[in-house]
């Protein structure tokens, strides 16, 4: 079972808080605020936040803005996974993904499961890398927004979890690029 190692420091990482939202403002933004508390108290940076309507371009054209700043680290979308004619942000970000994150989906929906049960599946929730930054699609409720935090990513983003960790590997997501010269 995974362990907080002793040895090891905290290393704070940037991240950024994208709401997909065609009527919240970042005054009513309750999922976005409750993923920007968890980051701060857990020790890292919120090096961003913002609000974009249902819109892919504009979903996708923050995203690939934010991972090719050198102060964010990964990028964490909530809203627009579910099934309405509006709800597009896997769409707008799955083609830009370098990697995909199946694991991150598996995951969450085993998590959400235990919360919602069946409900869960009316969830697109997704992961992958975008320009060396870790980019995750949370759905719009503060519920899902809270088990993605607590229950993945506070341990994944915290160098001190072991056996392994996202933060341990952030060096590294860029060799690919570093190889072919790009």
């Known amino acids: ?4 190692s002793e040895g090891r420091a905290f290393i ?6 994208l709401t997909v939202s065609d009527t919240r403002t970042l005054a009513d933004d309750k ?12 020790g890292h940076t919120l090096a961003a936040r913002d609000i974009v309507t249902d819109d892919k371009d504009k979903i996708r054209d923050k995203v690939l803005a934010w991972s ?3 102060g964010i680290d990964v990028v964490i979308t909530t809203g627009g996974t579910g099934f309405t004619g509006r ?3 896997p769409e707008s970000l799955e083609p830009i993904f370098e990697k995909r994150m199946d694991g991150f989906s598996e995951v969450f929906h085993r998590l959400s499961y235990d919360k919602i049960g069946t409900s869960t599946i ?3 929730a997704t992961g992958g890398v975008v320009n060396a930054t870790f980019v995750f699609v949370l759905p719009g409720s503060p519920g899902a927004c809270k088990d993605a935090w607590d229950g993945i ?7 001190r979890h072991m056996p392994c960790n996202f933060v341990e590997i952030m060096p590294r997501l860029d060799e690919h690029l570093r190889r072919s010269g790009k």
């Open 68 to 70: 090719k700043d050198d």
């Open 122 to 124: 009316q969830s697109r």
């Open 1 to 4: 079972m995974a362990t907080a």
């Open 87 to 89: 709800d597009v942000t």
């Open 12 to 17: 704070p990482v940037g991240i950024a808080v």
């Open 31 to 42: 999922s976005g605020q409750t993923l920007a508390d968890r980051i701060v108290e857990a």
């Open 153 to 159: 990513l506070k341990a994944q983003l915290d160098y």
